[in-house]
């Protein structure tokens, strides 16, 4: 992660819309909001929703960003064009309803690959269940992995990541966590399949970041690495290291150290409270630069390795206080 990749989510340059495009009536326009992200400086990429953000020719799009100097990381599909995917898409209980979903997905790895991209990232949060006796869960488990395989077979060359989440906007999601959405890379068995951890869906899965990384890395692979921060209850999408700074440093040493080399994608809402998007994501890059630094101090400082073998928390915690903020002379 020498030469780190950072995307952003495109939404967020929608932040402050009244003052960045006074007398504009309406949303900006995706190459608004792009032409607002390339003031950014250190950022790289971007990543689309399809088919929301995905309106003219992909080629064309991406040839567009690319004036901008900015690449298009990957797509990421959204369930939003027919009202009856709030029940589902992939589960959905009536079949036809679920082509509806498979074929759009179909079409966004289309798209994305005429982008020149070979990454769709899949957040399946309309698939799941709000009460008790509201599903056959085994049919609907059937249903998803079904789904997920055949999109996976679709365009063998293209990365499908998942990106779990434990709730919303359902009560519970069928993919909630790492260890439940791995159970489900298995029986699809698809070798273009991985995972997307967002951190902030991480937390409130009640897991430790860096674990869940390694997980992963054991029994598949991180095709995606979203960085927000919040509180472990919702999905606050608060700026990097807002809140779990160690847990955030850990997450990047982890995946460093198994060998992840996409780009690292801020998950951010500054949008929320109308905050100055382009200075948001200028301190999140600034701040993931900071925290690699770190990394590359703790990998060259043989007293953690040691420390992590004891299992010695005492140690550990001195050591990486004291390459974060300096000795104490």
């Known amino acids: 992660m020498n030469t780190t990749r950072f995307a952003t989510r495109l939404n967020s340059f929608a932040s402050g819309a009244h003052l960045a495009w006074s007398g504009q009536s309406g949303k900006p326009s995706v190459m608004q909001m792009a032409e607002r992200a390339a003031r950014v400086n250190g950022l790289t990429d971007l990543d689309l929703n399809y088919p929301d953000h995905v309106s003219e020719k992909p080629a064309d799009l991406s040839r567009r960003l690319g004036d901008l100097g ?60 709000d009460y008790a006796f509201q599903a056959d869960y085994a049919k609907m488990w059937q249903h998803e992995v079904d789904g997920i395989r055949e999109v996976c077979a679709h365009d063998p060359d293209c990365l499908i990541s998942i990106e779990y989440k434990p709730n919303e906007p359902r009560s519970y999601s069928l993919m909630p966590d790492a260890a439940t959405t791995l159970l489900a890379i298995k029986e699809v068995g698809a070798a273009n399949l991985g995972v997307t951890l967002d951190f902030a869906h991480v937390l409130y899965a009640d897991e430790q970041p860096a674990f869940a990384a390694a997980l992963i890395a054991r029994h598949s692979r991180v095709l995606g690495v979203h960085l927000n921060d919040g509180y472990a209850k919702r999905d606050d999408g608060l700026m990097v290291g807002a809140v779990h700074t160690l847990q955030t440093i850990e997450l990047l040493r982890q995946i460093r150290r198994d060998g992840y080399a996409g780009a690292i994608y801020f998950d951010t809402f500054p949008d929320l409270t109308g905050l100055d998007p382009v200075h948001e994501c200028e301190v999140n890059i600034k701040t993931v630069q900071r925290m690699l630094k770190v990394v590359d101090r703790l990998e060259q400082d043989n007293r953690l390795s040691s420390a992590l073998d004891r299992q010695d928390a005492v140690s550990t915690q001195a050591i990486v206080q004291e390459l974060m903020f300096g000795a104490e002379h």
């Open 70 to 129: 900015l690449s298009i990381n990957g797509l990421a599909m959204r369930y939003y064009t027919n009202p009856d995917f709030k029940l589902g898409a992939f589960t959905h209980p009536d079949a036809s309803v679920r082509r509806e979903a498979i074929d759009l997905t179909k079409k966004g790895l289309d798209a994305a690959r005429a982008a020149g991209s070979n990454l769709m990232t899949i957040w399946l949060g309309q698939d799941g269940f």
